[in-house]
């Protein structure tokens, strides 16, 4: 079993930052971020191996970062450049032993 806690989160405008953070209860390889809008999809924001290896959806490429701290086992999505179309519930992931982990999700609303 993952037990993944969530951070951040919250109302900004667009064009101002914003930094989610997620803790796992253990080591994960593949740890990231999804997001998901009413009546759509859950998408890829960003994954992020334990050895260094990112992907990242093609609508936040240059915009965010993800970043790992592997002995905290922590993991951050550091947000610049918000847009409205960013608005959306932030869910933490987790790949373990081939299963899938999610966290409880953390709103995210990028105001105009």
């Known amino acids: 079993q993952v037990q993944l806690v969530e951070s951040g989160g919250g109302l900004v405008q667009a064009g101002e930052s914003l930094r989610l953070s997620c803790a796992a209860s253990r080591t994960i390889v593949k740890m990231g971020w999804y997001r998901q809008t009413p009546g759509r999809q859950r998408d890829l924001v960003a994954t992020r191996t334990i050895s260094g290896i990112t992907d990242y959806g093609d609508s936040v490429k240059g915009r965010f970062t993800i970043s790992r701290d592997n002995a905290k086992n922590t993991m951050d999505l550091q947000m610049d450049s918000l847009v409205p179309e960013d608005t959306a519930i932030y869910y933490c992931?987790?790949?373990?032993?081939?299963?899938?982990?999610w966290g409880q999700g953390t709103q995210v609303t990028v105001s105009s």
């Open positions: 992931y987790a790949l373990y032993v081939g299963k899938e982990y």
